[in-house]
C-alpha cells in the first residue's frame, strides 16, 4: 500500500471524502479520555452546530416547499449535480429543497467511541 492509499485510508475513517474535501461524520471520542470536560464541552458544540445545520435546513426546504406550492417557477438554463441527483432547469423551490437536504446530511449529529487500541 503506497503512502497516498494509506493517507487515503485514514481521511475516510475520519469523514466522508467528496472531491479533495472531508465533510466530516461527527466527533470520536478517544478510548482513553485524559479531560473529561474537553470532551464534554465538545461534545456540546458538536450537538449546537448540528442544531444550527438542521434549523438552516428546515427553513430551506420549507421555503422550496413554500415556492413549490405558489407555483413560482425561475427562468434561465442552469443545471446542477450533487451526491449523484443531476439536477437541471428546476424551479428555485425544488433547488432550495435539495440544498436543505444537503444541508441536513452534512450537519448530522454523530459522537462515536473511537476503537480500543490492541
Do not use: H
Not at 436543505?100 to 454523530?110: C, K, P, V
Amino acid at each position: 500500500m503506497s503512502n497516498t492509499d494509506k493517507a487515503i485510508g485514514d481521511e475516510t475513517r475520519q469523514g466522508v471524502i467528496i472531491g479533495r474535501n472531508i465533510i466530516n461524520n461527527g466527533v470520536e471520542i478517544p478510548a482513553e479520555v485524559a479531560d473529561k470536560e474537553f470532551w464534554q464541552i465538545v461534545v456540546r458544540y458538536q450537538f449546537w452546530y448540528s442544531m444550527f445545520g438542521l434549523v438552516s435546513a428546515l427553513s430551506c426546504i420549507l421555503s422550496g416547499i413554500t415556492l413549490i406550492l405558489n407555483g413560482i417557477i425561475g427562468g434561465g438554463k442552469w443545471s446542477a449535480n450533487a451526491l449523484g441527483l443531476v439536477i437541471s432547469d428546476a424551479p428555485p423551490g425544488i433547488a432550495l429543497f435539495f440544498i436543505g437536504l444537503i444541508i441536513a446530511s452534512i450537519t448530522s449529529f454523530s459522537v462515536k467511541p473511537a476503537p480500543k487500541p490492541k
